[in-house]
């Protein structure tokens, strides 16, 4: 059975039964309907049971459109797509059911997409899929801006390769290639900010400053590409060109 029809079946199911519905937003929903509201709040409820009904569920349909088209990208450059599909059914579901849930609680489309993307590179990956390393990919990606992913992509095309190829880089080569990113030595705050962030995820590690630095100098932070770096990366990239 191809991919896409059980996760098209999961789709069906959140629209008829509507379990895209917060918690949060239920109990906002029913003490608005309760409270005599002032204006301008008394149309709280009314605008809320529209955000429900809408909002919420096209999020979640974007995700999984996302994830379809990506597994049909996937597909068309496979002989055998029930052989190359390793993951079972009834994990792509948990999944499904917790992408959906995330992509409910994103506001960002392109934040929404890169969790389908994930969902669909975990059933082609070649080694069993681990549930719980693909539930932490889809709150990292969740979670980070789209500043966050063009610096992480950024250091991914200078790093990625020598990383998935040793496991990890050297500190002086990490050092020297930092510069060949469309940053090169320039100080600009937004470079910590950045990266700052994606070392708080794993993805990326600061490396120490030259031991002949002096400490009244005014350096750049450098960072190096982690393995857990290079495959969330890789897992967020779409085959669409």
């Known amino acids: ?11 069906q199911q959140f629209e008829l039964e509507d379990l895209s519905r917060p918690r949060v937003s ?13 204006y301008p709040f008394d149309r709280l409820a009314e605008r809320l049971k529209q955000h429900l009904a809408s909002d919420s569920v096209d999020r979640i349909a ?4 996302a994830c379809i088209d990506e597994t049909n990208r996937q597909a068309r450059r496979i002989e055998n797509v029930e052989q190359q599909v390793r993951i079972q059914p009834d994990v792509l579901t948990e999944l ?3 992408a959906a849930r995330k992509a409910e609680n994103t506001r960002s489309k392109d934040r929404v997409k890169r969790i389908g993307w994930i969902l669909a590179n975990a059933a082609f990956e070649a080694k069993p899929t681990n549930a719980d390393e693909i539930e932490e990919m889809m709150r990292v990606a969740m979670e980070l801006s789209d500043r966050d992913i063009e ?3 950024e250091l991914m095309r200078i790093e990625g390769e020598a990383v998935r190829t040793k496991g990890r880089l050297e500190r002086y080569d990490a050092y020297t290639r930092w ?13 910590d900010s950045v990266f700052s962030r994606l070392e708080s995820y794993g ?4 490396l120490a400053p030259p031991n002949n630095l002096s400490l009244m100098a005014d350096f750049q932070n450098r960072y190096v590409l982690l393995a857990k770096g290079a495959r969330f990366a890789q897992m967020i990239q779409t085959q669409a060109k």
């Open 179 to 191: 510069e060949q990113g469309q940053w090169g030595t320039r100080l600009d705050p937004e470079l």
């Open 96 to 98: 499904v059911t917790d």
């Open 1 to 11: 059975m191809p991919l896409d029809d059980p996760v098209r079946s999961l789709k």
């Open 62 to 65: 974007l995700m999984l459109e």
């Open 151 to 153: 610096f992480l992509r």
């Open 26 to 38: 239920e109990t906002l929903l029913s003490v608005a309907s309760a409270l005599p509201l002032p």
């Open 203 to 206: 993805l990326v590690s600061r």
